[in-house]
């Protein structure tokens, strides 16, 4: 965004300040100025567990396999029927819910390394979203061929 909007020329710059400015704190106090700006506490960084509830279920989710694919549509829908998405416009969101430590495509799944982690309000709940993320998600016996992380490049030089 640095090069789109012409506050930098250079990729190699941009992408300099874009780590400086997480390695520094500074686009985390950025963040926290956002939070209260927008009404939410002026402590947020400073006491995020005081403001941000945990959920009652927080547990892996095994798979088998390499994972290849993710639908993230399905892991939106699995987002939803937890609580933390909405059916309906105004419906209160449950912000203590969803998925935390995905693994990448290409990682080996097994009982040791998980698909990810569910975040959820009761254990129902949990093997409700399991099952969505489970279907949501491909694996394969083979390890896929590695695909690029960036497919295009759409402004400047690389």
Same mark, same amino acid.
């Given at each position: ?53 945990? /959920? *009652? &279920? ?8 390499? $994972? =290849?694919? @993710? ?6 829908? !699995? ?23 995905? /693994? *990448? &495509? ?8 998980? $698909? =990810?982690? @569910? ?6 709940? !949990? ?32």
């Amino acid at each position: 965004m640095l090069i789109a909007t012409g506050k930098e020329a250079d990729r190699t710059a941009a992408l300099q300040r874009c780590d400086d400015a997480v390695t520094s704190g500074r686009a985390l106090e950025i963040f926290g100025k956002m939070v209260a700006a927008l009404g939410g506490p002026s402590d947020i960084i400073e006491n995020r567990k005081k403001h941000l509830t945990a /959920a *009652s &279920v927080v547990r892996p989710i095994h798979a088998a396999g390499y $994972l =290849a694919s @993710v639908d993230t549509r399905g892991v939106g829908n !699995a987002i939803i029927e937890l609580g933390g998405g909405r059916h309906r416009v105004g419906e209160a969101l449950d912000l203590s819910v969803g998925f935390s430590d995905f /693994a *990448s &495509v290409g990682t080996l799944l097994d009982g040791e390394t998980p $698909l =990810a982690v @569910v975040h959820a309000a009761s254990e129902d709940d !949990a093997a409700q979203a399991e099952e969505l993320l489970l279907a949501a998600c491909t694996t394969v016996a083979d390890e896929p061929a590695k695909a690029p992380v960036i497919s295009e490049i759409l402004t400047g030089t690389p």
